[in-house]
């Protein structure tokens, strides 16, 4: 068996057969899951249903969490990448300093420093702002990354002929780089920017109401460990599957106009 048989060989497109037996396997899977969730008497349903406000609140908290950081962290990430590019040597290293220590540091670790060390000090009193610029700032590493991995990807050639033809460096990027960076990123940006959306869960240690933590004050007041965290994926799922699937049309719209 050759390495051209496992990777290099297009695949087929799945047949009838290959996409009913998909469809048929999720829905075992699905049908097993709400067996286990509402087989046994024992499970509390309705003590989890009377807290469904507060599953409200947290996932309403969430998505404004989310959406925010989803922002601010692509304008991070951007303008880091673009700064690692920089012939100004202060700003490279700053650029390089800020992405490899993110990188290298777990995102609790970030949430606990930055605000009990860094927003306490400041005086920054507003858990819910200040979770969105860790989350932002964490997530924003990766970005930069994707963006100058894309950017060091477009040929030495394609440079040459933009500056050939009169183009400035700004056009260069707006009409040269960034559409192809865009095509070559956006994969690995949507797994980004699900992560984040997942992450966010994290924000519940410094006491910010959002899904998890309210998943966690639900499962303390009814003892319902299952009952309090099925809604939790549930959450998630509606989440991140839109931003996952709205990613992957986006993907091939870019590729056919292309």
Known sequence: MTADFLFDR?????????????????????SALCWLAFSESL?????VWDYRETFWNGWLTTVQISAAALVLSSLIGGATALARRSNFLPLRYTAIAYVETVRGLPLMVLVLFGFYGVANALGWQDRVSAGIVILSLFSGAYIAEMIRSGIESVGRSQWDSARAIGLTPTQTYRFVVFPQVLRQILPPLAGQFSSLIKDSSLLYIIGIPELTFAANQVNSATYSTFESFVPLGICYLLLTLPVSLWTKRLEKKIRYET
């Open 10 to 30: 297009p695949r087929k497109p799945a047949g009838l057969f290959g996409k009913s037996f998909s469809i048929a396997l999720l829905l075992a899977g699905y």
């Open 43 to 47: 499970r509390n349903w309705e003590k």
